[in-house]
């Protein structure tokens, strides 16, 4: 079985490398940048690497030429930065993607594993959990060109039998994820606690997410190649919310200590409160999240013992 991991050296996407390595996958990995095998043992030598741009990129078909699964996690944009330029954000996603899509198709790809958004793709609501038959009115440029990628993968499915699975992720954190990426919370806290300087919390932090290990994502990913039930969209995230205050304590917790937070205006992308309901992928895909939140702080710590 040959998986070929698009957006491969970032954060989801070197996890999820290591993750099918091990599992005994072909593996390749395609990026713009070079992936960093630091803390990954013998990657070199087990994965096949292609470095291009996605949006330059003229053809996939070489690329996906004898490819059994491929996983879409690209993205040139995160929900903060999208609505600054929304002609970009849909060029950039949806119309590289469409190009892959037709060579999946030409070259019998078995399937497309799209990693979209949880968080941003549902929009403003108090139904939570937020299951995956719940309406979908994104409130950022990056929400929207997800749900477009998932409209052309079920479109893609209805005239060619591109098969597809869509994991709408949540707030996923851990060791590898990029610090000042203007996403992930923990992360990004802990390392400010860490360094003895402020947090910096936009609005009153008390907005709500569902904070998932790394780990637990690359675990639903691989799940995904197997899945033949009829379900085509899967929330993946830990079912439970914290707000950011929460996570400042829980910090507080582990490192028994005092932490400085500052709050500063709220950003108008931030949806109040998003927490998913992970029963269909508990139900349909023997998973369910393994860390905790706690234990999630714990192990970041872990991760980058070596550098405190
Ligand atoms: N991290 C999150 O909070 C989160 C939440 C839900 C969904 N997602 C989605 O999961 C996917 C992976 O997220 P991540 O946090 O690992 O992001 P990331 O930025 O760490 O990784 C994305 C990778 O894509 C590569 N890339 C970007 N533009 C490219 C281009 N033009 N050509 C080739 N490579 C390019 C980057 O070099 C990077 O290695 C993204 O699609 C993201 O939207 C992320």
Not at 28 to 34: E, G, S
Not at 58 to 64: A, Q
Not at 193 to 218: F, T
Request: aromatic share 10%.
């Amino acid at each position: 079985m040959k998986c070929l991991v698009l957006g491969g050296a970032g954060f989801l996407g070197s996890y999820l490398c290591k993750y099918l390595v091990d599992k005994g996958y072909n593996v390749i990995l395609f990026d713009k940048n070079q992936p960093d095998y630091s803390s990954f043992n013998d990657m070199e030598d087990k994965i096949e690497v292609v470095i291009n741009d996605f949006v330059e990129c003229e053809s996939f078909d070489e690329l996906t030429k004898s490819v059994d699964v491929v996983f879409h996690l690209i993205s040139t944009t995160v929900p903060r930065n999208s609505n600054q330029n929304m002609g970009f954000d849909i060029e950039s996603n949806v119309l590289p993607t469409l190009k892959l899509l037709n060579n999946c198709k030409k070259n019998d790809v078995k399937k497309v594993i799209f990693f979209s958004s949880g968080g941003t793709i549902y929009g403003i609501t108090n139904n939570i959990p937020i299951s995956e038959v719940h309406s979908t009115d994104p409130i950022c440029s990056y929400g929207i060109h997800k749900l477009t990628i998932e409209k052309y993968l079920q479109l893609y499915w209805y005239l060619y039998r591109l098969d597809f699975v869509i994991m709408r992720i949540s707030n996923p954190y851990g060791g590898r994820q990029f610090l000042n990426a203007s996403q992930g919370a923990v992360t990004t806290f802990l390392e400010r606690a860490l360094s003895n300087e402020p947090i910096h919390i936009w609005g009153d932090g008390n907005i709500i997410r569902d904070y998932i290990h790394v780990s637990d994502v690359a675990r639903a990913a691989s799940k995904l190649i197997d899945y033949k039930g009829k379900y085509k969209v899967f929330n993946i995230g830990n079912g439970e919310g914290h707000s950011l205050n929460q996570i400042c304590a829980q910090i507080k917790t582990v490192l028994e200590r005092e932490i400085k937070v500052n709050y500063e205006q709220a950003k108008k992308e931030d949806v109040p409160i998003n927490v998913l309901d992970i029963n269909r992928a508990i139900s349909e895909l023997d998973w369910k999240p393994r860390v905790s939140l706690q234990e999630g702080i714990r192990l970041l710590i872990e991760d980058w013992s070596e550098l405190i």
